[in-house]
Structure formats: C-alpha cells, structure tokens
C-alpha cells in the first residue's frame, strides 16, 4: 500500500468508529424509549387503582368512622359518593366520583372556571365545575356526616385533602390532607396528627 492510501485508511477508520458509535447510541435511545413508553402504558392502570385505594383510605381516616371500631371494609359500606355541581348544589349524574380526578379537572378549561383574582383566594386559579362529596351514613342509612374535598396553594405547593363536618354540617370532624409537596417544618406540619387534631371540633 503506497504512502497516500494508507493515510487514507487511517483518516477514514476513525469516521467510520465515529459513525458506528452514533448509530450504536441512537439504536440505544431508541429501545430504552421504547421500554420505557410501553412500561407507562402497562403500569397507568395499576397506578390509577393505587391512587383510588389511597384516596379512598383517607376518606375512611378522615370521617372517624375506624374511630367507631369499624373495619376499611365496614366503613366502605357506609361512604356514599356523589357527584355535585359547585354552581347549582345539584348532584350531576354521568361522573363516577370514584374515578374522578381533581388536579386533572382543574386544569381542563372544559369542566372549569377561571377565577378572578379576588375570587381565588386559595391560589388554585382555576377551579372544576363539579366535585364529589361523601355522605357518611348510619347503619339504617340515615345521614350522619358530610365530606367535602378541599385544596388549596400552601407554602411550596398545591395541597389536596377532605375535610369532614359533622352532621350540623357547622362541626369539623376532621381534616387531612393525602397529596402535597410541603418540606418538612413549617409546611409539613399538616400531617403532624396533633395539627390535625386541632381542627376537630372547631364550629365553620
């Protein structure tokens, strides 16, 4: 091989390993996107189901009824999910409550409203047309206890929680909060139990 071929051969060696690298990199990014996208899509229900059981076991823990040495099945029993429109009071048939997703409903100009500056003073900006309530009911199926998703903006974030009124719907039975990114301190201070435990009582 004379002189120039083989500068010419030694030039091109690294572009052709440059190449095969990239190649090598994209064919990479493009599997682990793959992977990654299809274990969202199979995961998204599981998810969804986690997030239901948990709001729901907060509903049981905020309306006192473990407090009355009942089981979460036996509670279940005894919880009443509807569906109300804010505007009106009315309940909205065709929403399942159970599925229903606030954070989601917030931002979704089709099913709220934009408030004004003066309206919102919780610092949600946008607020659902419609929400679910639980009826908490006696064994006869009588009224016995009210409760009413709330959220608002706190020191870091936007907190979710439920609050419970008795059945003067004045008295709060309690109030806790299931989904928030306040730090600990002075903001995670509302899952400290005897935080939470001070609203108990209070008259609205």
Known sequence: MSAPESDSAVS?????????TLLVTLVLCLVCSVVVAGAAVLLRPIQETNQKADLIRN??????????????EQALKRIDAHMIELATGDEVKGIDP???????????PEISTELTRRE???????????????????????FKKLILPVYGYGLWSTMYGFL???????????LRFYQHAETPGLGGEIDNPKWRAQWTGKVL
């Open 98 to 108: 159970d599925t229903f997703n606030i954070v989601k409903a917030g931002k979704d």
């Open 12 to 20: 091109a060696a690294p572009v052709e390993s440059a190449r095969r």
């Open 59 to 72: 509903v049981i823990a905020v309306s006192g009824l473990l407090k009355e040495g009942l089981t979460e």
């Open 164 to 174: 419970a009124l008795e059945e003067d719907l004045r008295t709060v039975q309690g």
């Open 120 to 142: 919102d003073v919780a610092g949600i900006r946008r607020e659902p047309r419609y929400l679910p309530v639980y009826r908490i009911v006696g064994t006869n199926g009588e």
